[in-house]
């Protein structure tokens, strides 16, 4: 007999803005795209070595995330995670862009495994979040194995 598995990979986004004072602003939650060099870099992972991923990066493009996508489409700020945490099946990213970092009308979301190019695991697109320069932007990311 045959048996087949399946392995299917998940993401959720949290997305907080805070104002200088630290208030909440907006949040929202957003499912991701985990893309195929993403899906490459996690079967990398198995065999040896991969640059960890270590930077999230936020942007204005707008267009839908597809599998074949490699790069943020415009990007406006990125940063080193803060934290990266594993749990059973699943790993959450946190990262926050501070005050003047990323600034403006953000649309899209992705997880790389560089300060600039690297490789991207995901990216997401959500409807405008208006980042103003005084402003923080607060991101968890959750991946999980299915």
Same mark, same amino acid.
């Given at each position: 007999?045959?048996?087949?598995?399946?392995?299917?990979?998940?993401?959720?986004?949290? %997305?907080?803005?805070?104002?200088?004072?630290?208030?909440?602003?907006?949040?929202?939650?957003?499912?991701?795209?985990?893309?195929?060099?993403?899906?490459?870099?996690? #079967?990398?992972?198995?065999?040896?070595?991969?640059?960890?991923?270590?930077?999230?990066?936020?942007?204005?493009?707008?267009?839908?995330? !597809?599998? &074949?996508?490699?790069?943020?489409?415009?990007?406006?700020?990125?940063?080193?995670?803060?934290?990266?945490?594993?749990?059973?099946?699943?790993? *959450?990213?946190?990262? +926050?862009?501070?005050?003047? *970092?990323? *600034?403006? !009308?953000?649309?899209?979301?992705?997880?790389?495994?560089?300060?600039? #190019?690297? *490789?991207?695991?995901?990216? /997401?697109?959500?409807?405008? %979040?208006?980042? &103003? !320069?005084?402003?923080? +932007?607060?991101?968890?990311?959750?991946? /999980?194995?299915?």
């Amino acid at each position: 007999m045959l048996h087949k598995d399946s392995v299917a990979l998940k993401g959720a986004v949290s %997305i907080v803005v805070y104002d200088k004072l630290m208030q909440v602003k907006e949040q929202r939650e957003i499912p991701n795209l985990v893309v195929a060099v993403g899906k490459n870099y996690i #079967a990398a992972r198995m065999v040896g070595i991969v640059n960890e991923m270590s930077h999230m990066a936020i942007g204005s493009g707008t267009t839908a995330p !597809a599998s &074949g996508n490699t790069a943020p489409q415009t990007e406006l700020g990125r940063v080193a995670l803060d934290s990266d945490t594993a749990s059973g099946a699943s790993v *959450t990213y946190f990262a +926050l862009f501070p005050a003047g *970092t990323g *600034t403006g !009308a953000v649309t899209e979301a992705a997880i790389l495994n560089a300060a600039s #190019a690297g *490789t991207m695991l995901c990216r /997401t697109v959500f409807p405008v %979040i208006n980042k &103003g !320069a005084d402003d923080s +932007l607060a991101i968890t990311w959750q991946v /999980t194995v299915l």
